[in-house]
């Protein structure tokens, strides 16, 4: 949809332009998307019958929503698609501070444009993009940051104190017609939720000791951990009585789904094969079960995310110095991950000494399930005997895939390395490679073959 033409008060009556608030602006775009069909929450994997239904009862009902979840459970990605939910334009009076409607203006200078302009004040079409603001707590803020404060340049100029037109408007009140998202808000000190309490409910901005009666019209989102466990703050009970929904999320509940959001995030500058990004995402859910992880600050969806970034730059690492000319992650890439990851990972106490121990031991077992997945009904017997007679095959951080596959053990008029090929989809070296590695990988976790490790390097034998 192009930006309208009208340009005047006067031809937006003409035009006959229905005024809405802002909850029923989005009440009513997500029931028509629910009536078409449409899903009006791209890119969210996993909360389709869980924390979506709630949020859209929340939406219909028009409440204010706060969403408790640990971190790096897509509540920041949830809550900025809100934003797909307004018009694509809107209408304010041009000029205006608050983008007030051209229908209702709400501050002192533009009641007086109204008056003085009649059905010629100009308008402007604010796109929606620009009508979600997003402000991220922190101990620091202040009452001026969020609802505004008297403006010195202003009384400076001849205004008195008391008069409304020497106020800064804060970040809420410039969020007038739109959706104000305040993340992490335990961070926020105290007083400065107390101060967000006439806004939520009588929509007050209260400013130096005196009441501007603005009618603000926003729809206030936020997200908090449920147990913050850096005891940063909290959610003072007044104000989460203000909020009308209080909605949990999780992680992804599905394999598939961790994987989709591994996909689907994950910034990668080689080939990362399905077979490695499923190692991460279940490698990734064995540590959320895990009694040696800190379960109260989670296991962030990032993690994976890093995870596969970091197995991507390893390929494009090994292809440069060894000069592949196209990058391919392999199972020997996972341990450069591991190496770098650990920090994300907070243990309980007493069990940071035995970090590394575990982080190998739940990485072990995620390579083994998804092998058992992947090569479920593959006879390696042939592979095993071959590798009995003291044939060694080499890989490493810094072996090419024709190096590796040029060390491998002739298996006569066995196709298992095809049918191994074929499973994971691998067609040129890089692929092969990556699909042989993990099969031998698989044998070594099954007890059938040996390894020795170090240095980047890995020997199967």
Known sequence: MTRPDI??????????????????????????????????????????????????????????????????????????TLQ??????????????????????????????????GDAMPIEWRHRDDRYVEKLATPDTSVADLIGDVDPMKVAEGRSIGDPETIHFGLVPRG???????????????????????????????????????PLDVLVVASANPEDYTNRGRIITPLKDRFGAEIRTHYPIQLADEIAVIKQEAALTADVPDALVEILARFTRALRQSSAVDQRSGVSARFAIAGAETVSAAAVHRAARQG????????????????????KIEFENGEEDRADEVLEHLLRTATAETVRERFRGIDFGVLVEALDGGTMVTTGEQVSARDFLAGLPPIGESDVYDQVCERLGANDDGARAGAIELALEGLFLARKISKESGGGEAVYG
């Open 7 to 80: 340009r005047t008060v006067g031809e937006l009556r003409a035009s006959g332009h229905v005024q809405k608030s802002v909850r029923a602006e989005i009440r009513d775009n997500l029931l028509q998307a629910l009536r078409e069909g449409r899903d009006p929450w791209p890119g969210l994997h996993g909360f389709e019958t869980t924390v979506i239904p709630q949020l859209e009862r929340a939406l219909i009902a028009g409440h204010d929503v706060v969403l408790l979840g640990e971190r790096g459970q897509g509540k920041t990605r949830l809550l900025r």
């Open 84 to 117: 797909g939910l307004l018009d694509e334009w809107t209408p304010v009076i041009a000029g205006s501070e608050l983008g007030e409607h051209p229908f209702e203006p709400i501050t002192t200078a533009s009641v007086q444009r109204a008056a003085d302009f």
């Open 176 to 214: 007038h017609r739109g959706i104000v998202a305040i993340n992490e808000l335990p961070d926020l000190a105290e007083r400065i939720q107390v101060a967000m309490l006439n806004m939520m409910e009588e929509r007050d901005v209260q400013i130096r000791g005196y009441v501007l009666r603005l």
């Open 324 to 343: 592949e000319e196209h990058a391919v992650a392999r199972p020997i890439d996972l341990e450069t991950a591991v190496d770098v990851l650990g920090g």
